[in-house]
């Protein structure tokens, strides 16, 4: 069975992707979430929780993860992965929205601005993963390729025991967010999990914001060891223009489940045109 969230929200399959939506109230404006390497949709429910009902909020499962098809290219580009997501928005009926991504899911949701800029009202960056920029056809880091081994070799559960709590500020006194790091990933598909390794290797999330007008921020934890706060300052700085940029002190890495209600706030400020408050 199919897992659900279980807050207001309606699951739906739209070109092949699986998508979990809260409307919301008053039409008001919706963000799309998209979810880092090691995570999923349900890695967005405590934020989506957060978030004021008059701000509506759609977390995708990308393609290869959850129920989401796999991409036709072994070795895809973050721009296929925007292409994907432009046909959920045709799909869906959204001709603009507000986008936010987490690690891996920044380097799309960058990806996405930089193809398809009237599409992006505004742009949020947590825990940015910066990409590889490895050529085309040219093999991946030796780190990068290890991840791919490493899921087929012991699998997703004994991997997700292995690295989740890399991805926690304080493991050992947020054991909960701890327990739902290591749920998601736990679940990551191998196929849909090498393919998006392979994109993290091929963006260039640098080269894709110096192309970004929209208003935008950049959020990252002082404790991630995983997109340190360099990672940060260097996707701030990117822009060639002043962003809002916040470091939260104190989190790791998985920034929207460690601090849900923080994130939701600068979020709002952001769909509100208040990015630096």
Do not use: C
């Not at 109230?25 to 349900?42: E, M, R, V, Y």
């Not at 928005?89 to 690690?103: A, F, M, Q």
């Not at 909960?176 to 390794?197: C, E, I, N, S, T």
């Not at 002190?249 to 045109?273: C, F, K, M, N, S």
């Amino acid at each position: 069975m199919t897992a659900r969230l279980h807050f207001a929200t309606r699951r739906e399959l739209v070109a092949g992707v699986e998508i979990f939506r809260r409307p919301a109230s008053d039409n008001g404006p919706s963000l799309l979430l998209l979810h880092g390497i090691g995570s999923n949709a349900h890695s967005f429910e405590p934020l989506m929780r957060a978030l004021p009902l008059s701000i509506g909020a759609i977390a995708w499962n990308a393609p290869g993860y959850g129920e989401s098809r796999l991409l036709a290219a072994a070795a895809p580009a973050p721009r296929d992965y925007a292409a994907v997501l432009e046909a959920v928005l045709n799909e869906i009926g959204l001709p603009r929205t507000v986008l936010v991504g987490h690690s891996l899911g920044a380097l799309f949701a960058a990806s996405f601005a930089a193809a398809y800029p009237d599409r992006v009202a505004a742009l949020a960056l947590l825990s940015p993963a910066l990409g590889y920029h490895v050529p085309s056809g040219e093999s991946l880091p030796p780190g990068l390729q290890s991840r791919i081994d490493e899921l087929d070799a012991v699998g997703p559960a004994a991997f997700s025991q292995k690295r989740a709590a890399r991805l926690v500020g304080d493991p050992d006194g947020k054991q909960a967010v701890l327990d739902a790091v290591r749920r998601a990933m736990a679940a990551v598909h191998p196929k849909g999990y090498a393919q998006a390794v392979r994109a993290l290797g091929a963006g260039d999330m640098v080269a894709d914001l110096a192309r970004i007008a929209a208003p935008a921020l950049v959020a990252i934890g002082s404790k991630d060891v995983v997109t340190p706060p360099a990672n940060g300052r260097t996707a701030r700085d990117a822009f060639g223009r002043k962003v809002a940029y916040h470091e939260i002190d104190g989190a790791g890495h998985a920034l929207p489940q460690e601090e849900p209600a923080l994130v939701a706030r600068l979020l709002e400020q952001l769909v509100e045109g208040r990015a630096d408050a």
